[in-house]
């Protein structure tokens, strides 16, 4: 049989017919190891020199990363939230099973930390840390347990005295950069707006960005290379949405969606499906939400699904200031909080659930990644 019609390859051993082996071209490997989950992936890497180098590149894990956010189902995704700002942890739970059986949430895993870290945000599979005391940051990926070095103090920080108002975490695509923004109070009384890009030594202080005043939400939502709160415009007395473009480092504003009600309530921003969402209570009588299909376009808002205040009061046994939306999985589940109660909307058939128990701080969904960025 010549060597083109060999379909095999074989064992070295001297009992090679019964080790004969199939061949599988490098595109094949490469195709089906990128999109596994992390932990196998991990263990893969003792399987032979070659899965290892190839695990074990940048470029495979950018195409990892890719593949996973793209896969629709609710399997490589983490709920992260911090149990308690007094201890040194941090804690996740698996999104599929939280979302599959609300009577009965699995239970955290818990991360043990140096220090009491607050979670920023979170992006490619990396989470971004704030220690208060100190006024650093750093990034970690709790999936395959690396961590950034810490970055330079805020300038003139003093945890004593000032914390962070409003913060954002992303990627900077176009630089292949990871940034975080930060407003804090100086010791004149005024507000400073300042960027740091991991790998640097330094602090950017950025001039004239409007601060989101009045924002029922701190965190920036991170969507297609931007940070975004819910603001006052600079030319009329509306609100806006207030869009930080991390690859030039500018801002501009995005138009919200016309409600349909007189009295309204401040806009709440999300992220589902990869798109902004938007969040109000319009009247007293409802919560409407609306997706921008094509960020940055006004005209591609579009309405996803309007909650009945009844329902809401019924399910939460309260009336809540503000909902804000986390996810939705596949088969069109919201997963949804106010502060740290959390429900579960089903577009499907309308049904409303609520979450037994609560997830005190900072939450954030996580998505398992190989990425470690090398600084």
Known sequence: ?????????????????????????????????????????????????????????????????????LDPTVTYQRFFYNPNIVQCKIASIPLKPLLENISEPPKAIKFSMEHKYRILGSCNGLLCLFFVKEGYVRLLNPSIEW???????????????????????????????YKVLAVHANEFGGKVIQIHTFGENSWTTIPNFPLPVGSVSWSGRFVSGTLNWVGNSCSSNRDVILSFDLANETYKEVLLPEPDGVNVS?????VLSNCLCVCFDSNNTHWDFWLMKKYGIAESWTRLMIIPLNKIWHCLQSRPSFIQPLFMSENSSVFLRTYSKFFLYNLNNGRLDCFPGYYEFDHHIYYESLVSPKF
């Open 1 to 69: 049989m010549s060597e083109e019609e060999n379909d095999t390859q074989f064992s070295p051993t001297g009992d090679g017919l019964l080790h004969r082996q199939p061949f599988l071209p490098d595109e094949l490997v490469f195709e089906i190891l990128s999109r596994l989950p992390v932990k196998t992936l991990l263990q893969y890497k003792c399987v032979c020199k070659s899965w290892k180098t190839l695990i074990s590149d940048p470029q495979f894990a950018q195409t990892h990363l890719r593949n996973l956010i």
């Open 147 to 177: 961590k950034s070095k810490k970055s330079p103090t805020l300038d003139s920080y003093e945890s004593h005295k000032y914390w962070i108002t409003y913060y954002g975490f992303g990627y900077d695509h176009v630089n292949d950069k």
């Open 266 to 270: 401040k806009p709440v921003l999300g």
